[in-house]
């Protein structure tokens, strides 16, 4: 209660101090200020360099604009001077400044470079990669294998991410990562929400493997943070997507939007209707110790069907040039209805069949997620100077239910009895947050923060078995567990530049706590984690075009919900996953220098990371007293990785480019559980090569070849896999509209292939969860600038 008492009070002081502007301003003639526009379109140019000369055309002072056009320059001098603004695909712009003449430019509008080559226009665009103190940014721009797919298929192509087939993210192979819409969780990032958000309306992802003291410590991997695109058009504006694919997925997605000088209202809904098929294979042998082996073999088709509805609307209102209100709601349902066949085939020490079963299963599983968002934020005269107050609420609940039905085939028939389950899931979740960023002097920063979020889970697990007409509990599973989560925070942080150096240091503690407790006592569990972030961000200014970073931060991984969830389903009659209510969380220390190079035509951009994980998370199989192989996550000491991540991207013609990413690490596992060591040291590389053409008739073509490298730990090792996209588009209707057709996997070779070794067995798994698929999607703009999308909510600090 201490923490929410503390909290609330800051919130009032915030209050308070923003009631009071200041009276006082730079002085005349010391600082340059303006904002940055595209003649065409009247949007915001980000990013651009600002240098100002003097009379004999030496640099006196420069910096780059910010996300929303404007900058300011400090430390002005006297006397005749030029200014000039640069930025990739736009003229460049000289303006005098005259001794004693107006230092606030206002709007200052650029000119994009345009160049025609037969009925091929190609008109400039923002860098692909540019380096930010402590994030990386990919702007979107014209990726065809992401315009007519989801947030997926964005990820999919930026560099260092990649998305799994059942929607997992990871960052340099690492799993532990925390996705964010717009610097905020959101209920998109839950249950795949990603995958129904349209790529048409994320503008840019900023990934940050070293944030820094004003985001949550967790995720040892980093931070993804989506940027979606916001609306500049005032008046009605929208868009409407269509899709239909192969094997089956359907989606409507319109989006509205309303802007005048008081308010800017948002509403995007989407709807989707998807079918996967899946395909599995497992040959096991066991008993290896006593050379007495047998062994499985396993097949299992699985068809899945998912129904998606998105409902996400809100309103900025502008109190004044100050003061922005925002309010939103968020609602995500989905139902899935799948069907599963298994077949098995148990074979004796001579090869001869044993016996055989089959089971079929099929599920139904309804979740609704929804959240409430409230921001206020408060701008000054002072520049740079912002508070912000954030509170969310989140609710959701989920139903799923299992009918499984067995049959034993030989030596006889046979109908064993069916068994059904059922899991009844809730939470609710309060967030409340506040910042303050304070520039001091002219080139100097400090920010800081408090964040309270209180969370309550509870889930209810039973099984149960027919006995004639009759139903009873199966295996003793019935059972209830309920989970409590406080998390109390405050961060400080401290900015500034000295000439080409800049600097961010900061400093974040969180403190935890933890009550795990279930109907039956077996897993009641307390746990209080109180630690301190230390976070140090630095940038230099090589030259032109030509930047160094070096950067440190602890982080934490927490365990879901989902790895402490002690309760397995029973689907499958062989392997299971089951939580681990006693797993704590593990701890990251991440060092990493990394270079940015910019040439006309090629951007560098090499890096190498070091980090070292106390406590890290494995998934660890056995064999439990029935024979069935149970994977569970563990705790064990340490994990070491040392890594070297290049991206390449290269345009050698104004209608043909070029992007190449390699990930490669090393890395070394020591811990024991159960009396086996798991001390092990290995290497991985992950790959990714995209080319893009730009032909006529707007016309583009895009391929991408994907590899994820052979991985292994102690007791499994996975199988390099490769994969291509492909993709086409076509733009109509004088560039209102965009057709796109894209493949994915179109060698059905995304499989993962594993094989798992213990004291007496050998495991080996083939999956391919979602077969190739095929798309055909349709983009409609009215009133909204090729490029634009709809509003989703007013940015608050934390992006």
């Known amino acids: 209660m201490k923490t929410w008492f503390y909290l609330c009070l800051f919130l009032l002081l915030g209050l308070t101090a923003g009631a009071q502007q200041p009276t006082t301003a730079p002085g005349k003639g010391h600082a340059l200020t303006g904002k940055l526009l595209d003649a065409g379109s009247g949007a915001a140019v980000p990013y651009a360099t600002i240098n100002v000369l003097d009379a004999a055309a030496q640099l006196v002072t420069g910096g780059i604009s910010d996300e929303a056009g404007g900058f300011r320059l400090d430390g002005i001098p006297a006397g005749p001077l030029t200014v000039e603004f640069r930025f990739m695909g736009y003229q460049t712009l000289s303006q005098p400044l005259a001794a004693g003449s107006r230092l606030d430019l206002g709007p200052i509008k650029l000119q994009p470079v345009t160049t025609q080559l037969g009925e091929v226009t190609v008109t400039g665009e923002k860098p692909t990669v540019s380096l930010q103190l402590d994030k990386k940014v990919f702007e979107v721009g014209k990726d065809i294998l992401s315009q007519g797919g989801s947030g997926h298929d964005v990820l999919n192509g930026v560099p260092s991410v990649a998305v799994s087939p059942g929607g997992g993210i990871s960052l340099r192979g690492n799993a532990n990562v925390t996705v964010l819409i717009n610097g905020r969780r959101s209920g998109l990032t839950q249950s795949n929400g990603l995958d129904q958000i349209p790529a048409s309306q994320i503008e840019r992802v900023e990934v940050i493997t070293n944030p820094s003291a004003r985001y949550d410590a967790a995720g040892s991997a980093g931070i993804i943070n989506v940027i979606l695109k916001k609306n500049k058009q005032p008046g009605l504006g929208g868009q409407v997507r269509l899709v239909g694919g192969l094997p089956n997925d359907t ?78 709601f968020l609602k995500n349902d989905t139902k899935d209805h799948d069907k599963t066949w298994l077949d098995y085939a148990y074979l004796n020490g001579a090869g001869q069949t044993d016996s055989t079963l089959q089971r079929q299963g099929e599920s139904w599983e309804s979740r609704s997620y929804n959240q409430l968002e409230l921001n206020y934020t408060r701008l000054f005269a002072q520049a740079g100077r912002k508070y912000t107050v954030d509170v969310q609420y989140d609710f959701w609940n989920s139903d799923k239910s299992w009918q499984l039905a067995t049959n034993r085939l030989y030596p006889q028939a046979q109908a064993l009895p069916g068994i059904r389950t059922g899991s009844v899931g809730a939470s609710k979740d309060l967030l409340m947050q506040t910042d303050l960023v304070q520039p001091l002097g002219k080139q100097s920063t400090v920010e800081f923060g408090l964040k309270a979020e209180g969370r309550q889970v509870t889930s209810n697990f039973g099984a149960e078995q027919e006995q004639g007409a009759e139903w009873a509990v199966f295996r003793g599973i019935d059972n209830q567990l309920r989970y409590d989560e406080l998390i109390s925070s405050g961060y400080a942080q401290w900015g500034s530049k000295v000439k080409k150096l800049s600097y961010l240091l900061g400093l974040r503690a969180e403190l935890t706590r933890i009550t795990i407790r279930d109907e039956e006592g077996r897993y009641n569990n307390e746990k209080n984690y109180h630690r301190l972030f230390p976070t140090l961000n630095l940038g230099y200014q090589l030259g032109e075009g030509l930047t160094t970073q070096l950067n440190y931060s602890r982080r934490i991984n927490r365990p879901t919900i989902w790895m402490l969830y002690p309760f397995n389903e029973l689907t499958d009659l062989n392997a299971q996953y089951v939580g681990n209510p006693d797993l704590n969380p593990s701890y990251a220390d991440v060092l990493e220098l990394g270079l940015l190079r910019n040439w006309t035509t090629l951007t560098l951009n090499p890096s190498v990371y070091y980090q070292q994980t106390s406590g890290f998370i494995q998934t660890y199989t056995y064999r439990d007293a029935t024979g069935t192989f149970i994977s569970t996550p563990i705790n064990l000491s340490r994990e070491t990785r040392r890594g070297l991540e290049l991206s390449v991207l290269y345009n050698p013609l104004k209608w043909l480019s070029f992007n190449t990413e390699l990930n490669l690490y090393t890395f070394t596992q020591q811990g024991r559980y159960r009396e086996q060591d798991f001390a092990f040291s290995s290497q991985t590389l992950t790959g990714r090569l995209s080319t893009q053409l730009k032909l006529p008739l707007k016309l583009g073509v895009q391929a991408r070849y994907n590899v994820n490298g052979a991985q292994r730990n102690a007791q499994t090792r996975t199988s390099a896999i490769h994969f291509v996209n492909v993709a086409v588009s076509k733009n109509l209707l004088r560039d209102k509209a965009t057709l796109v057709l894209d493949g994915s996997n179109v060698f059905d070779s995304n499989q993962t292939r594993t094989q798992t070794t213990g004291p007496d067995y050998v495991f080996n798994q083939v999956s391919s969860p979602n077969a190739a698929r095929y798309r055909l999607s349709f983009t409609y703009r009215f009133n909204l600038q090729d490029g634009q999308a709809i509003r989703q909510a007013r940015s608050s600090n934390r992006n």
Request: without cysteine; hydrophobic residues 30%.
């Open 251 to 328: 989606r409507l997605t319109p989006s509205l939007t309303f802007k005048s000088a008081k308010v800017n209202l948002f509403a995007t809904a989407g709807l989707r209707w998807s079918d996967y098929r899946g395909r599995y294979r497992t040959d096991q042998a066991t008993g290896l110790a006593d050379g007495r082996p047998a062994s499985l073999q396993q097949r299992q088709r699985e068809n899945r069907h998912d129904d998606g509805r998105v409902l996400y609307v809100g309103a900025d209102y502008f109190i004044n040039d100050h003061n922005t209100i925002t309010a939103a």
